[in-house]
Each structure stands twice: as structure tokens, then as C-alpha cells.
């Protein structure tokens, strides 16, 4: 079974650009979270969806970060205007969660490694 | 709160020995527990996972780990380690009743020639 899916695997650009990150979660899985990595903060949680409907967007950052899941088989992650201290490696995770089952793993991506100059 | 803890940010260890990485948690309520091991560059795999039952938990690669739930600890081993599993190392808890990993700082684990 293909994995989590994740593009692009490397984006460089200029600060105050759009930047647009993209993720294909497991067929089947109705649970998705954008991560955040930095060396400094480790693994932040920014967003979580379930069937396609945002449940928990506390960890965004601030109004230049967006997400949106308009079908079971997408969800794109959109930082505008773009600043260097966004820099970070930002995952895709998916799962199959329902009320009685919410401890089952999540299954990540590879991840886009994002540097704002 | 929660928290985890894992206090080792990096273990060097030569091949072929055992290793052992530590974690300890922090919780008013009962927590799920994982291991995930990342690889350069990639994705976070998930190792094991306890949730229930026999606290001896075996999980892929030849890793086990126990949960000690007075002691607040789920240390991950390996008997014998290979240069291929020079990778970082993440613990993480759910909380009873919600969905929110709650991650480690990660540990660097370095295996030598």
C-alpha cells in the first residue's frame, strides 16, 4: 500500500512568497495532522482534521498559515506571505481515529524540508 | 499536563552491542505509548506501541520495549544493534481520551563500526 504522500520533498524560496505544501493521506484513514519540525521546538502539531473537517487548528501559528482538506484524498498546508523563521521540515500524518479507537498511530510522511530566504 | 522526557539526546554505541533508550513520562491519566524511529530525511516509522495487556511489548527491527507503570517509563532495547539503525529515536504518549501525540525531544542514537 502506497504511504502518506507528500509534496514537494524540498522547497527553496524568497521571503513573502506563497508557498503551498501538499499531502496525500492513506486511502481509508479519515484522520490528518500537519506537523512541524524544528531543531529548536522538535515536533509541533499545527492542524488536525477529521473526515475533512478541521477539529483542532490551535497549534497554527498565525494568520499566514492556512490549511484546507477538500476531499478525503487531499490537503494542502499554505504559508502566505512566507518568512525565513518558517524554515522547518513540515509533515503529513494520517490515521483511522473514532470515538472509541482515538490511540491508533499515526503513519507520516516523508515530509517537505521548507527554507524561506 | 503531559510531558515525556527522553533525557539521552544522543547514544553512540558500537555494533553489535545492546542499547537501551530511556523514556519517562508525565500524566494525570493513563496514556497510550510509542516508539517511531526517523531515518535521514524521512518520515517518522512507527517502531511499537503499547495499549494494552503484557507490558513487554516486541515491535519491527528486532526492538522491544516495557512499560513500567510505577516508574512512568517505556525504555525501548535492542540486544544487538546494526550500523542500520543509526537513527533518531522519538517517544510519544496519547492521553486517554484525546488523539494528541505528545512527543519526546528525541533521542540520536549513533551506532559505530
Known amino acids: 500500500d502506497a504511504g502518506v504522500i507528500q509534496s514537494p520533498r524540498h522547497e527553496v524560496t524568497e521571503m513573502g512568497q506563497e508557498v503551498t505544501l501538499r499531502c496525500k493521506p492513506i486511502?481509508?484513514?479519515?484522520?490528518l495532522f500537519w506537523y512541524r519540525q524544528t531543531m529548536m521546538r522538535g515536533l509541533e502539531l499545527l492542524i488536525y482534521?477529521?473526515?475533512?473537517?478541521?477539529?483542532?487548528d490551535s497549534g497554527m501559528p498565525e494568520d499566514r498559515f492556512s490549511a484546507k482538506m477538500p476531499n478525503a484524498s487531499f490537503s494542502t498546508l499554505k504559508i502566505q506571505p512566507s518568512e525565513p523563521r518558517d524554515s522547518a521540515v513540515y509533515f503529513c500524518?494520517?490515521?483511522?481515529?473514532?470515538?472509541?479507537?482515538?490511540?491508533?498511530?499515526?503513519?507520516f510522511g516523508d515530509g517537505t524540508r521548507l527554507s524561506i530566504l | 499536563a503531559q510531558s515525556v522526557t527522553q533525557l539521552d539526546s544522543q547514544v553512540p554505541v558500537f555494533e553489535e552491542a545492546p542499547v537501551e533508550l530511556r523514556c519517562n513520562y508525565s500524566?494525570?491519566?493513563?496514556?497510550?505509548l510509542f516508539w517511531y524511529v526517523q531515518y535521514p530525511n524521512q518520515g517518522l516509522q512507527l517502531l511499537l506501541k503499547?495499549?494494552?495487556?503484557?507490558?513487554l511489548v516486541k515491535g519491527i527491527n528486532g526492538f522491544e520495549a516495557e512499560f513500567n507503570k510505577s516508574q512512568t517509563s517505556f525504555h525501548l532495547r535492542k540486544p544487538s544493534v546494526h550500523i542500520s539503525d543509526t537513527a533518531e529515536y522519538f517517544c510519544?504518549?496519547?492521553?486517554?481520551?484525546?488523539?494528541?501525540?505528545?512527543f519526546g525531544t528525541g533521542t540520536r542514537l549513533k551506532v559505530l563500526a
Open positions: 500524518a494520517s490515521s483511522f481515529l473514532s470515538g472509541k479507537k482515538l490511540n491508533q498511530p499515526q503513519h
Open positions: 486511502s481509508g484513514h479519515n484522520s
Open positions: 482534521f477529521n473526515n475533512n473537517v478541521p477539529i483542532d
Open positions: 500524566s494525570s491519566v493513563s496514556v497510550y
Open positions: 503499547y495499549l494494552s495487556g503484557s507490558t
Open positions: 510519544a504518549v496519547i492521553p486517554r481520551g484525546t488523539y494528541k501525540y505528545i
